[in-house]
Nanobody
Framework: QVQLVESGGGLVQAGGSLRLSCAAS????????MSWFRQAPGKEREFVAA????????NHADSVKGRFTISRDNAKSTMYLQMNSLKPEDTAVYYC??????????????????WGQGTQVTVSS
C-alpha cells in the first residue's frame, strides 16, 4: 500500500520561503508521476506541480512558475516543493499525490490514486 506523508508547512510572511516534503513508501516509484496540489478555503483543489519520477522532468502551474520548484530524491523516496516569494494567495492546504505514469494530463486531481493527509501553508501579508 502506497503511503504519502507531507511535512514542512507553517506560517510565513509574504516574500518568505518554505520547503514542503512528501515521503513516499510502499513500492518502487520509478514508473510514477507525483504531484503537489493545493486547496484554499472555499476554493477548488488546484494543481501546483508534477514530477515524473523516472527522469525528473517537471511541470509547474503558471501561477507558481518562477517561484516554486518541484524536485525529488530517489534515494529517500521523497518529493519536495521549494516555495519562494510566497504570497498571501498561496495560503492553502498542500497535498502530495501519486499515480502510475500513463498518457493524459497530470493536472487533474481525480486521476491520482494516492494522496497524503495535507499540510497547511499560511502566508501573512
Amino acid at each position: 500500500q502506497v503511503q504519502l506523508v507531507e511535512s514542512g508547512g507553517g506560517l510565513v510572511q509574504a516574500g518568505g520561503s518554505l520547503r514542503l516534503s512528501c515521503a513516499a513508501s510502499g513500492r518502487t516509484f520509478s514508473s510514477y508521476v507525483m504531484s503537489w496540489f493545493r486547496q484554499a478555503p472555499g476554493k477548488e483543489r488546484e494543481f501546483v506541480a508534477a514530477i515524473f519520477w523516472s527522469d525528473g522532468s517537471t511541470n509547474h502551474a503558471d501561477s507558481v512558475k518562477g517561484r516554486f520548484t518541484i524536485s525529488r530524491d530517489n534515494a529517500k523516496s521523497t518529493m519536495y516543493l521549494q516555495m519562494n516569494s510566497l504570497k498571501p494567495e498561496d495560503t492553502a492546504v498542500y497535498y502530495c499525490a501519486a499515480r502510475v505514469r500513463r498518457p493524459g494530463t497530470v493536472v487533474f486531481g481525480r486521476s491520482y490514486d494516492y494522496w497524503g493527509q495535507g499540510t497547511q501553508v499560511t502566508v501573512s501579508s
